[in-house]
């Protein structure tokens, strides 16, 4: 079985600080994804990655980056939170691209 | 990426088949389509994916007409515990992004 893990299911941050959530995939996938959910707006992609070192941004990528230096680890980084940023964010892994995405159980994000 | 319009909400009873029907008039001609249901505070899960006519398999049954420009998720006899938000997707082989709309949340009434 594919197993995406996150680094935390729950996270209370300050406005300003740096944030890191990590992702670890173990079926040696070459894609890696950050998307957020909201309500109401469904599943937005961030980032994806296709390769270590190799990075693509998604449709939202304001006030995000992200860093692969493994191929199993993909983590998304929000340099100074923002109540905005407030959301549930889940990391995905994907074998042949255009196929089954395998998804982490999320992290819940909240700025205050 | 071909936009999708899929209801917002569906009720059913126990026992019940259902039926989501998904609507991609702009789908290019080497999308696939692709289903995801996601149950609360978990991330979305893969169920079917297909790019003509008729795909099953042990969860579920895809119907694709013959101009694609919709598509039908059919869960057979759904449960409580198919009580979830269905995601539909369109998009090519070897496409790395997914466009995932607002899915529909099906509630399954005892």
């Known amino acids: 079985d594919v197993k995406v893990t996150q680094s935390s299911r729950y996270l209370v941050k300050r406005t300003g600080e740096k944030v890191f959530l990590e992702c670890v995939q173990d079926m040696d996938h070459e894609n890696m994804f950050w998307y957020r959910q909201d309500p109401g707006l469904g599943l937005r992609l961030i980032y994806f990655s296709y390769d270590v070192k190799m990075k693509e941004k998604g449709d939202i990528p304001e006030g995000y980056s992200v860093s692969r230096e493994k191929k199993e680890r993909f983590s998304l980084i929000l340099e100074s939170a923002s109540t905005n940023q407030t959301s549930m964010y889940l990391c995905?892994?994907?074998?042949?691209?255009?196929?089954?995405?395998?998804f982490g159980p999320g992290t819940r994000l909240t700025v205050t | 990426l071909a936009k999708t319009t899929q209801p917002i909400s569906m009720d059913s009873y126990e026992g019940q088949e259902v039926n989501i029907t998904c609507s991609h008039n702009?789908?290019?001609?080497?999308?696939?389509i692709t289903w995801y249901q996601q149950f609360p505070s978990q991330g979305p899960r893969f169920i079917i994916q297909g790019y003509k006519t008729k795909v099953t398999n042990e969860v579920a049954s895809l119907f694709i007409p013959a101009d694609r420009k919709s598509s039908t998720l059919s869960l057979p006899r759904v449960s409580l515990s198919d009580t979830a938000v269905y995601y539909c997707?369109?998009?090519?082989?070897?496409?790395?992004?997914?466009?995932f709309g607002k899915g529909t949340k099906l509630s399954v009434i005892p």
């Open positions: 702009n789908i290019a001609t080497n999308d696939y």
């Open positions: 995905a892994s994907m074998g042949t691209p255009g196929y089954e995405q395998y």
């Open positions: 997707l369109v998009g090519g082989a070897g496409s790395y992004q997914l466009t």
